[in-house]
């Protein structure tokens, strides 16, 4: 079995900082790229940022300049730094990993549970 855990979220005002983080565990023979989405209060989902396993990364055009993407791949540990958070920004925020099992060494996609972000005065 494989598990991608978040932790991170939060009630903060717009213009404060908060840290995502995600660890994959379990029976994981390696990680490839892994990204953060997120879905608005109206349901919709979108890729806020991908990183792959050696390091190429990718942003949602909203979140260039104020959010980072990174990871420890000793840990298989994913991180959103998101600074100047705005109104907007409220979403619950999913992490994403493609994950290779040492069960059957298939490559298989994974989703965390979630955690929620609240960006209000």
């Known amino acids: 079995q494989v598990q991608l855990v978040e932790s991170g979220g939060g009630l903060v005002q717009p213009g404060g900082s908060l840290r995502l983080s995600c660890a994959a565990s379990?029976?994981?023979?390696?990680?490839?790229?892994m990204r953060w989405y997120r879905h608005g209060p109206v349901g919709e989902r979108e890729l806020v940022a991908d990183?792959?396993?050696?390091?190429?990364?990718i942003y949602l055009d909203s979140a260039k300049g104020r959010f980072t993407i990174s990871r420890d791949n000793a840990k298989n540990t994913v991180y959103l730094q998101m600074n100047g958070l705005k109104p907007e920004d409220t979403a619950v925020y999913y992490c994403?990993?493609?994950?290779?099992?040492?069960?059957?060494?298939?490559?298989?996609?994974?989703w965390g549970q979630g955690t929620q972000v609240t960006v209000s005065s």
């Open positions: 994403n990993a493609d994950i290779k099992s040492t069960m059957d060494f298939a490559l298989r996609n994974y």
């Open positions: 990183i792959a396993s050696r390091g190429a990364i």
């Open positions: 379990g029976s994981i023979l390696s990680v490839n790229t």
